[in-house]
């Protein structure tokens, strides 16, 4: 069993028709943070949603709303989503590039918490200078755009090597990963040093919700 692991169920497998009952739920269930995954149809090859929706889930939970950008120019979109109850809000750095350090020094003007995050072809050394200014780092363990994907296992190494450059920086930043996220990878990424586990489809998919992210955070009683 493994301590101060959390689960970012993530919306993107919810019942859009019901969104608010579905997060209820997650909270009721024991979910800890609440993952967004905003996609504009550019950066990834799939359209979610914005603003309105992060702004309405806001009214029916109390958990912080994890805001993942899969948008070009997201800069340009920090605010409104901080105006709409994001209390964490990440960006990657595929679409920042040189611009990363900005965007999160933006993010933080607005009190909310900030993030980088590389996808599984980026290497981990293209954020270590952002370290400083993050409270937590995703990767992506598939190609971001559509669940139910499968883990890609390269990521394993990258967790470790991401790991090791947190604990080197000296700060307390959250360590996440997204992506294919089920009993078996959720236990071997923890031990690689994850201690946020976003999961969509093993969640809600699940016959028994509560017990499945107790299991993934490696408690079986």
Known sequence: MYSNIKIAPSILSADFSKMGEEVKMLEKSGADLIHCDVMDGVFVKNI???????????????????????????????????????????????????????????????????????????????????????????????????????????????????????IKSGKKIDLEVDGGINLETAATAIEKGANVLVAGNTVFSSCDIKQTMQFLKGKKN
């Not at 980026?122 to 954020?127: L, V, Y």
């Not at 937590?136 to 296992?153: D, H, R, Y």
């Open 48 to 166: 979610s949603f914005g603003p309105k929706m992060v702004k309405d889930i806001r009214k029916y939970t109390v958990l912080p709303l994890d805001c993942h950008l899969m948008i070009v120019n997201p800069e340009k979109y920090v605010g409104v989503f901080a105006d709409s109850g994001a209390d964490i809000i990440t960006v990657h750095y595929e679409t920042c590039g040189d611009n990363l350090i900005n965007t999160l020094k933006l993010i933080k003007s607005y009190n909310v918490k900030c993030g980088a995050v590389i996808n599984p072809d980026t290497n981990a050394d293209k954020i270590e200078a952002a370290l400083e200014y993050c409270d937590m780092v995703l990767l992506m363990s598939v190609f971001p755009g559509f669940g139910g994907q499968k883990f890609i296992e390269s990521v394993y190494d990258k967790l470790s090597l991401v790991k090791e450059m947190i």
